[in-house]
């Protein structure tokens, strides 16, 4: 049970709710009634908790999420105002999903998570925008709880992967993103600074944030390794309050453990992330088996919300399986990063 959640419920009695959900004949998800019509199957007699998920579905094409109208992966039951979301494309076509309150969900669970001494305040996000992408929206929602005002600095992460074989073009890209940044916070109050890892490395965003009035650095995005983690605390941010996250489109916001429950020194550093169960179930695995704790395997994502149901997706990157901390007691991802099968079709970038 996840105290931290929108709802506390158990891992199994979600994935019942979210089975129900999603194979009501009447008002279920297109896309999962044809899957079960097709092989004769009643998911909902034969999903009792987490553990059936592998054995009912097997591993999930990710490719349907590409190539299918996005209308048919979300219930019929889902409506209201909704947005269409895109991943980054980073190992190839964008997958899309349809969304409700996915977000402002995250945000809250985000908020719930973040040190109590963690900065509250207006945001300057630097980093892809709403719209498409969901981390403008994920800010936007930060920023409501809060009772602040999100800035944005709007990068396409995208354009940006197309310049990283091309140096002089990649600077003049950052350049141009800083530029604005520092149009913001020379007439704005910004408490905190959300953008990428790689971002938070270039001295031109550490002078961004010593030369004015932004008391916290929020990272997410790309993989930070655990010596750069270090020199980001104890060296080129170390006046301010730092935190990350590590999440996608998909799998929703892994927030950074609370220093109250494992320091940032006491693990020497790496980045241990605690996924917002029951709704996001990230494994760790090695030719489908999970990992013993200490070791690394690929993430395989479940994706349990009445919104989207996406069981046994391969994620792009791998991680190293640790246990979790009371009241947080579920397994967390330490120092995800890609995984080495995916390196030859993945484009980084700044995001």
Same mark, same amino acid.
């Given at each position: 049970?996840?105290?931290?959640?929108?709802?506390?419920?158990?891992?199994?009695?979600?994935?019942?709710?979210?089975?129900?959900?999603? @194979?009501?004949?009447?008002?279920?998800?297109?896309?999962?009634?044809?899957?079960?019509?097709?092989?004769?199957?009643?998911?909902?007699?034969?999903?009792?908790?987490?553990?059936?998920?592998?054995?009912? @579905?097997?591993?999930?094409?990710?490719?349907?999420?590409?190539?299918?109208?996005?209308?048919?992966?979300?219930?019929?039951?889902?409506?209201?105002?909704?947005?269409?979301?895109?991943?980054?494309?980073?190992?190839?076509?964008?997958?899309?999903?349809?969304?409700?309150?996915?977000?402002?969900?995250?945000?809250?669970?985000?908020?719930?998570?973040?040190?109590?001494?963690?900065?509250?305040?207006?945001?300057?996000?630097?980093? /892809?925008?709403?719209?498409?992408?969901?981390?403008?929206?994920?800010?936007?929602?930060?920023?409501?709880?809060?009772?602040?005002?999100? @800035?944005?600095?709007? &990068?396409?992460?995208?354009?940006?992967?197309?310049?990283?074989?091309?140096?002089?073009?990649?600077?003049?890209?950052?350049?141009?993103?800083?530029?604005?940044?520092?149009?913001?916070?020379?007439?704005?109050?910004?408490?905190?600074?959300?953008?990428?890892?790689?971002?938070?490395?270039?001295?031109?965003?550490?002078?961004?944030?010593?030369?004015?009035?932004?008391?916290?650095?929020?990272?997410?995005?790309?993989?930070?390794?655990?010596?750069?983690?270090?020199?980001?605390?104890?060296?080129?941010?170390?006046?301010?309050? $730092?935190?990350?996250?590590?999440?996608?489109?998909? &799998?929703?916001?892994?927030?950074?453990? /609370?220093?109250?429950?494992?320091?940032?020194?006491?693990?020497?550093?790496?980045?241990?992330? $605690?996924?917002?169960?029951?709704? @996001?179930? /990230?494994?760790?695995?090695?030719?489908?088996?999970?990992?013993?704790?200490?070791?690394?395997?690929?993430?395989?994502?479940?994706?349990?919300?009445?919104?989207?149901?996406?069981?046994?997706?391969?994620?792009?990157?791998?991680?190293?399986?640790?246990?979790?901390?009371?009241?947080?007691?579920?397994?967390?991802?330490?120092?995800?990063?890609?995984?080495?099968?995916?390196?030859?079709?993945?484009?980084?970038?700044?995001?």
């Amino acid at each position: 049970m996840n105290p931290y959640a929108p709802i506390e419920i158990d891992r199994d009695a979600w994935t019942r709710r979210v089975v129900e959900t999603h @194979f009501d004949p009447d008002t279920g998800t297109p896309y999962w009634l044809e899957w079960a019509a097709e092989r004769g199957l009643d998911v909902r007699a034969a999903v009792d908790g987490f553990d059936d998920i592998e054995r009912v @579905f097997g591993s999930f094409d990710e490719d349907v999420l590409r190539s299918l109208p996005v209308e048919r992966f979300h219930p019929q039951s889902l409506s209201g105002p909704r947005r269409v979301y895109e991943t980054g494309g980073t190992t190839g076509e964008p997958k899309r999903v349809v969304m409700a309150d996915y977000w402002r969900k995250q945000a809250a669970w985000a908020d719930r998570v973040l040190p109590d001494a963690f900065p509250r305040g207006n945001l300057l996000m630097l980093g /892809p925008p709403g719209g498409a992408n969901n981390a403008g929206a994920f800010v936007e929602h930060l920023a409501d709880r809060w009772d602040a005002l999100p @800035f944005f600095v709007n &990068m396409d992460p995208r354009w940006a992967k197309r310049l990283a074989d091309e140096p002089r073009r990649f600077d003049e890209y950052v350049a141009h993103l800083v530029e604005q940044a520092q149009r913001v916070v020379s007439t704005q109050d910004v408490t905190v600074l959300f953008t990428t890892a790689q971002l938070l490395e270039r001295p031109a965003v550490r002078e961004l944030v010593a030369d004015s009035g932004i008391d916290a650095v929020y990272h997410g995005g790309t993989a930070l390794d655990s010596d750069t983690h270090r020199v980001f605390r104890e060296e080129w941010y170390a006046d301010v309050a $730092v935190a990350g996250e590590y999440g996608n489109t998909l &799998m929703g916001v892994a927030q950074e453990a /609370p220093p109250q429950l494992r320091e940032p020194a006491a693990r020497a550093y790496s980045l241990d992330y $605690v996924p917002c169960e029951p709704y @996001f179930v /990230p494994e760790v695995v090695d030719d489908g088996d999970t990992v013993s704790y200490g070791e690394r395997g690929r993430v395989r994502l479940t994706v349990l919300s009445e919104e989207l149901f996406v069981p046994g997706l391969t994620e792009r990157d791998s991680a190293v399986r640790v246990r979790g901390e009371a009241p947080l007691e579920w397994d967390w991802l330490r120092d995800p990063g890609t995984a080495e099968a995916a390196t030859d079709r993945t484009t980084d970038g700044v995001y």
